[in-house]
């Protein structure tokens, strides 16, 4: 009886599997039909082909694996040495788009050759031999600049990675200010004289906190490179003949535009120029030159020269400057928005 059961059931179970069997073969021949139409419509020529891939793979990759990054400006004089060591410094920095240098050094040949030779690179670096060594040379609204945020640096200082890649976090709160790690003060007589300087003025007259940032370690919004090509004529005489203040004139500009129109959600107390970070690794690389040259803040009479600038700039703004105070600062470590600089 099985057996009559298994023998009645094999014609049914043939006659299932040749039915499966043709419209497998039917999807089969269709797919591959499908495939040969889908291959005739690719292009025939194979370097578009594989142009159109490249830029669709370049395509998706700038789209989502284009961090926020900034450049670094670096403006150097005659300190070929310490420049390749801040170059690599900074180059291996988490979001630098690439390095642009300020070559003040006329009628000397960039050591590009040199820096192209130990490539691979982690960034592009960017020579720019100017034709007269000035100070106000770096706050060019360079086209080689292709990132908001630039990280205007000394040729004779360096930042540790941690106290960059903070401050940066920090501009990008504050993208109206000068986000940096030194802060300056100035203060007003009752006659009206300006005098510049730093902590010592504390114990004179009795102020806590900055008016200005410098600019020789700090980041800024690119388009007030583009607002101090366009200030007088006379504020650049002023920086030419003196060969300084380049960074006094950038904080007053800074804070007037902020006084002019000041961003959304800043408060009266927040409208200074600068934004001061407090640094946990900065140090000057001046002594380790082999060049020997000294920087300028060396000289008597730089503050003198400095307070001879303010009291310059106050005459050109109408007799006063928009320079708020702010005892505002920040630290990796922590927070301390009423302290002392």
């Known amino acids: 009886m099985r057996r009559f059961f298994v023998w009645k059931l094999l014609p049914s179970i043939g006659r299932q599997f040749r039915t499966r069997s043709y419209f497998t073969l039917l ?85 590009i050759d040199l820096w192209n030779s130990f490539q691979p690179h982690p960034v592009p670096v960017d020579f720019l031999p100017q034709s007269a060594n000035k100070m106000r040379n770096r706050l060019q609204n360079f086209r080689e600049i292709r990132t908001e945020a630039v990280l205007v640096m000394d040729d ?15 501009w990008q709160e504050f993208p109206d200010q000068i986000v940096g790690f030194v802060p300056r003060r100035h203060v007003v007589a009752e006659s009206g004289v300006y005098s510049y300087g730093s902590h010592e003025l504390d114990s004179d007259y009795g102020l806590a906190g900055y008016s200005m940032v410098l600019i020789g370690a700090a980041f800024i919004h690119k388009k007030y490179l583009r607002l101090f090509e366009r200030l007088p004529p006379a504020v650049h005489r002023l920086i030419d003949d003196t060969q300084n203040c380049d960074d006094i004139a950038f904080n007053v500009m800074v804070a007037r535009e902020l006084n002019r129109s000041p961003p959304s959600g800043i408060s009266p107390r927040q409208r200074a120029a600068g934004l001061y970070v407090r640094p946990h690794d900065l140090r000057n690389l001046e002594s ?11 000289a008597a009479d730089h503050m003198l020269e400095r307070s001879y600038c303010l009291n310059r700039l106050a005459d050109m703004y109408g007799g006063r400057l928009t320079l708020p105070y702010s005892n505002f600062q920040v630290s990796r470590f922590g927070r301390c928005f009423a302290c002392k600089s």
């Open 27 to 111: 999807f089969l021949v269709a797919f591959f039909a499908l495939g040969v139409t889908l291959l005739r419509a690719l292009p025939n020529d194979k370097s578009s082909w594989e142009k159109k891939t490249s830029n669709a793979v370049s395509n998706r990759h700038a789209l989502s694996n284009h961090p926020p990054s900034f450049t670094v400006l670096l403006q150097t004089y005659n300190r070929t040495d310490l420049l390749l060591k801040l170059l690599h410094h900074y180059s291996a920095i988490p979001n630098v788009d690439r390095i642009v240098v300020v070559w003040n050094n006329v009628g000397v040949t960039p050591p």
């Open 156 to 170: 004779d200082v360096m930042t540790s990675a941690g106290d960059v890649s903070f401050a940066y976090t920090v």
């Open 288 to 298: 380790e030159a082999e060049s020997g040259y000294r920087g300028m803040w060396h």
